[in-house]
């Protein structure tokens, strides 16, 4: 099936298998292969941290520069498209208690001046969206950090980089939790609040990760339908989650097919995609996957949601409408289950 959609996916979705519990499992892919699967798999975006394009963001300016020319060039010969970078700013020893609504003054000035950089090596090999998960800008505690004062930094901190460079455009991933207690600013409705304090809220727009809406007891289409309405859905991580629980990365539409259908429908019915945002996948193989099989969780995690495609297209609207007319919610339920049911 011929479709216009472009797919993408982050070097971390393929990895070793290690957990909180227990180490790698297999041994982990060379960064020069997981570029090689990219075109096998079907995808044409490559989504960065910044130092997945840089071996260290502390390094010299001058090193990170030259490694992120060579991205670019290796990006070229695989015909491969950068769609973001993000700075990891949760695994640095001065950001152990947040980077941006950190106490610390220094841990701040780290975070903000290794944001920039992150815009300099977005602007190298290609992209100019930013992405913004924030991870540890929340507490283990409540008592921790002035929750005011922590809002007021996330808004400084778009604001500083917006005037940093007048290109790029912020996209916040927001979670709930994990790995912090509580996150500040946990959906994208609190982000999209936070998007209009800014200086410039056109350029912030967000990620919506089907599993982050999950753990937030929210349904990952309808926080799609709000970002698309507000023209602020920029980029999406779709994958799967079993309920509440740490974030499982499933594979998209493994868990709740249904729910995955209304994710697609609603991207599909506000052209979603058409200009030029990619269908992101954000999942992780099974820690039991051996490592010749596992990519499957990516090329698997496409081909459902080409099917699902298949399957809006399919349906038949004006029953739809007619059954939402009547209000016969029964009759709509089953021809939404027997349409996924192949008839
Ligand atoms: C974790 C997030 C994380 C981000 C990635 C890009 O829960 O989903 O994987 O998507 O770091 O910002
Ligand atoms: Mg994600």
């Avoid at 220094?106 to 090999?125: G, M």
């Avoid at 808004?155 to 500083?160: L, T, Y």
């Amino acid at each position: 099936m011929t479709t216009n959609y472009r797919f993408s996916f982050g070097p971390w979705n393929i990895h070793s298998g290690m957990d909180n519990f227990g180490p790698a499992v297999r041994d982990e892919f060379s960064f020069a292969e997981k570029l090689e699967f990219y075109k096998q798999l079907g995808f044409d975006g490559v989504q960065f941290h910044d130092d997945d394009v840089v071996s260290n963001a502390d390094d010299p300016w001058a090193k990170q520069e030259a490694e992120a020319r060579l991205m670019r060039r290796r990006l070229d010969e695989y015909g491969l498209e950068a769609e973001f970078v993000a700075p990891r700013l949760w695994e640095h020893p001065l950001t152990i208690d947040g980077a941006i609504t950190s106490n610390s003054a220094q841990a701040r000035k780290y975070a903000l001046d290794r944001s920039k950089r992150s815009i300099d090596i977005a602007h190298i090999v290609g992209c100019r969206n930013i992405v913004l998960w924030p991870a540890r800008e929340g507490t283990y505690m409540r008592e921790a950090k002035d929750p005011v004062a922590a809002v007021a930094r996330l808004v400084d901190w778009m604001n500083a980089l917006l005037e940093y460079d007048k290109d790029i455009r912020i996209l916040g991933e927001m979670k709930p939790n994990e790995p912090m207690d509580h996150a500040y600013v946990p959906t994208t409705g609190h982000f999209l609040g936070l998007a209009s304090l800014t200086i410039d809220p056109l350029r912030v727009g967000t990620l919506i990760e089907s599993a982050h809406t999950i753990l937030a007891g929210l349904d990952p289409s309808d926080e799609m339908a709000y970002a698309l309405y507000h023209k602020k859905l920029w980029s999406v991580h779709l994958n799967d989650q079993n309920g509440l629980k740490f974030d499982e990365d499933k594979s998209f539409g493994v868990v709740d097919l249904r729910r995955a259908f209304n994710q697609v429908w609603v991207l599909e019915r506000n052209g979603y995609g058409q200009n030029g945002e990619f269908i992101g996948l954000d999942v992780k193989a099974l820690r039991t996957q051996l490592k010749e099989s596992s990519t499957k969780h990516l090329s698997n995690s496409r081909a459902i949601f080409l099917r699902l495609v298949e399957l809006c297209r399919s349906l038949d609207v004006a029953k739809v409408e007619e059954l939402r007319a009547t209000r016969d919610y029964e009759e709509l339920d089953l021809l939404i289950v027997n349409h996924l049911l192949g008839g």
